[in-house]
C-alpha cells in the first residue's frame, strides 16, 4: 500500500512500473540498460480515489493522461533504475496530493466605495495638473 495522504491509500497492483530505455546523450550505458522507468497508473478505474479528486486528478494531468484514463509518467533523470522508480512514484504522490486538495472557494466581486474613487480621480487631476505644467511657458503677448 502507497500511503498519499492520511484518507487516500493507493494498492500497490495499481500502479504498473516498467523499465525502458532512456533517451539522450551517455554513450554505451544508455544503449545497453534499462534505466528509465515508465509508470502507468489507471486513474478511471482507480478503486482508491473519491470521484472529486479524480475529476482534479484528469485536469491536472494534462497531456500525460491516454484516452483510455491511464496516466503515464516517465522519469529518466538519473542514472540508476532504483532512483527513477522511486522519482516517478514520487511524481505521482505529488499529483495525487495536489489533486486532493480541495479548490478555493471562488472569489467575490466587490465594488469601490465612493471614497476611493474620489481618491482616485482626485490623484488623476493632479497628475494632469503636474504635467500641463511642464509645458513650454506661452508668451502672453
Known amino acids: 500500500m502507497i500511503e498519499v495522504t492520511p484518507h487516500i491509500t493507493l494498492a500497490d497492483d495499481e500502479v504498473q512500473v516498467r523499465a525502458v530505455r532512456a533517451?539522450?546523450?551517455?554513450?554505451?550505458?544508455?544503449?545497453?540498460?534499462s534505466t528509465a522507468i515508465e509508470l502507468r497508473f489507471d486513474v478511471r478505474a482507480?478503486?482508491?480515489?473519491?470521484?472529486?479528486?479524480?475529476?482534479?486528478?484528469?485536469?491536472?494531468?494534462?497531456?500525460?493522461?491516454?484516452?483510455?484514463?491511464?496516466l503515464v509518467l516517465v522519469a529518466q533523470e538519473h542514472r540508476s533504475q532504483e532512483m527513477n522508480r522511486q522519482a516517478a512514484v514520487e511524481r505521482l504522490l505529488d499529483l495525487v496530493r495536489e489533486a486532493a486538495k480541495p479548490p478555493p472557494p471562488p472569489r467575490k466581486k466587490t465594488r469601490p466605495t465612493y471614497a476611493s474613487k474620489l481618491k482616485r480621480l482626485e490623484g488623476k487631476s493632479k497628475r494632469s495638473s503636474v504635467k500641463a505644467m511642464r509645458g513650454r511657458p506661452r508668451g502672453d503677448d
Not at 546523450?25 to 540498460?33: D, E, L, R, T
Not at 485536469?59 to 484514463?69: A, E, I
Open 46 to 70: 482507480s478503486p482508491s480515489l473519491p470521484e472529486p479528486v479524480r475529476a482534479r486528478l484528469y485536469k491536472l494531468s494534462g497531456n500525460r493522461l491516454t484516452m483510455d484514463g491511464v
Open 23 to 33: 533517451s539522450g546523450p551517455g554513450g554505451q550505458h544508455v544503449n545497453k540498460v
